[in-house]
């Protein structure tokens, strides 16, 4: 059974860092495409970034410079660094993936982060 | 970037009822098209993928169709289940965007 398992999330100031972890079981990182899918609240989806297998990296406007995807092949697992936090970044963040047709057949439960003085 | 033009953004339906919710691309995405299902406070569950594939699982009453630019999703018999926010995704080219959703309501 895949398992995508995200933490980090909390209360940050504007301006500030934080990383997020995508731990998964069940379910190899590196073999296939990962993402980051965002909520702010009350909101629609919102995608945020892919890392391809091959290494690809790609980013939505809205977070381009400012956030970096990652994973570490040897602990299975996925990273959102996220720096110049703002307001607007306040969101429930998923981390997804899939083996279909660049479809995400698989989602964690979420983290919620909250940008605010 | 691709952007994708969902509509309605809600509508009001009964159980049993014929339902069709449109996705519309900017420029072609080939069949590299998804559909999701959100209930409140919940992560959202995919039901179809390639335009036109039921994701296993999923009941037969989803279905999904179209190419190119213009995607249909249709749920042939409404049931109480159902109501809740539906989404596209375009993963043809990146970045990937979602649909701005519809809520189907009772």
């Known amino acids: 059974e895949v398992q995508l398992v995200e933490t980090g999330g909390g209360l940050i100031q504007p301006g500030g860092s934080l990383r997020l972890s995508c731990a998964a079981s069940?379910?190899?990182?590196?073999?296939?495409?990962m993402n980051w899918v965002r909520q702010a609240p009350g909101k629609g989806l919102e995608w945020v970034s892919v890392v391809y297998s091959g290494g690809s990296t790609y980013y939505a406007d809205s977070v381009k410079g400012r956030f970096t995807i990652s994973r570490d092949n040897s602990k299975n697992t996925l990273f959102l660094q996220m720096n110049s936090l703002r307001a607007e970044d306040t969101a429930v963040y998923y981390c997804?993936?899939?083996?279909?047709?660049?479809?995400?057949?698989?989602w964690g439960q979420g983290t919620l982060v909250t940008v605010s003085s | 970037d691709i952007q994708m033009t969902q509509s309605p953004s809600s509508l009001s339906a009964s159980v049993g009822d014929r339902v069709t919710i449109t996705c519309r691309a900017s420029q072609s995405v080939s069949d590299y098209l998804s559909w999701y299902q959100q209930k409140p406070g919940k992560a959202p569950k995919l039901l179809i993928y390639?335009?036109?594939t039921l994701q296993s699982g999923v009941p037969s009453r989803f279905s999904g169709s179209g190419s190119g630019t213009d995607f249909t999703l249709t749920i042939s018999s409404l049931q109480p289940e159902d109501f809740a926010s539906y989404y596209c995704l375009q993963s043809y080219g990146a970045p990937w965007t979602f649909g701005q959703g519809t809520n189907v309501e009772i």
């Open positions: 997804a993936s899939g083996t279909a047709y660049y479809s995400l057949a698989y």
């Open positions: 069940g379910f190899v990182v590196s073999s296939n495409y």
């Open positions: 390639a335009a036109s």
